[in-house]
């Protein structure tokens, strides 16, 4: 990121900081264990207000974001902010594989080991990378968090829930 904008790492550190202490982005860090597995290790950011992003991005109508290519990541910050609005984890992270499994959200909840899958679709369905997910962070329960209007069980810890406030992207 420095790189492209023309300034140090340290510089780009410090403006990292400074929009994170003013809640404009959220960066999540990479759940990690001492695992066999190689993980991703850089950490994911979202600006955290939607309507920021979708000005940032140009987009100053409903149909410019219905097309956009930036829907999905949109849907995506929204989605990270909802859920852990209601949740209100201590503490957040993401889980990546190099291998491309990977998981939104990974928290503890009252004892539990909670997962986030997140995505802009209409039918919900279970992926391999929440297999994974499951298995390597023994998760107690995962959602499927999507705009779609059904709570669906997936499977036994896996249920498919509408996003709060969905109708906005």
Known sequence: ?????GISASSARNYMDALEQTYM??????????SSKRLIKSPKVYIRDSG???????????????????LGASWEGFA????LAVFKPRE?????????AELDLF????GKRIGVEIK???????TRSMHVALEDLALDKLYFVYPGEL???????VEARLCANSGVP
């Open 25 to 34: 982005v959220r960066r999540l860090q990479p759940w990690h264990t001492n």
């Open 151 to 157: 709570r669906v069980k997936l499977a036994a810890k």
């Open 80 to 83: 990270v902010e909802e859920v």
């Open 120 to 126: 802009r679709t209409a039918v919900p369905g279970i």
């Open 1 to 5: 990121m420095s790189n492209s904008l």
């Open 107 to 110: 928290f503890l909840h009252n």
């Open 52 to 70: 920021l992003l979708h000005s940032l991005a140009g987009i100053t109508n409903m149909k410019q974001l219905w097309t956009h290519p930036q």
């Open 92 to 100: 957040a992270w993401f889980y990546a594989t190099q291998n491309g």
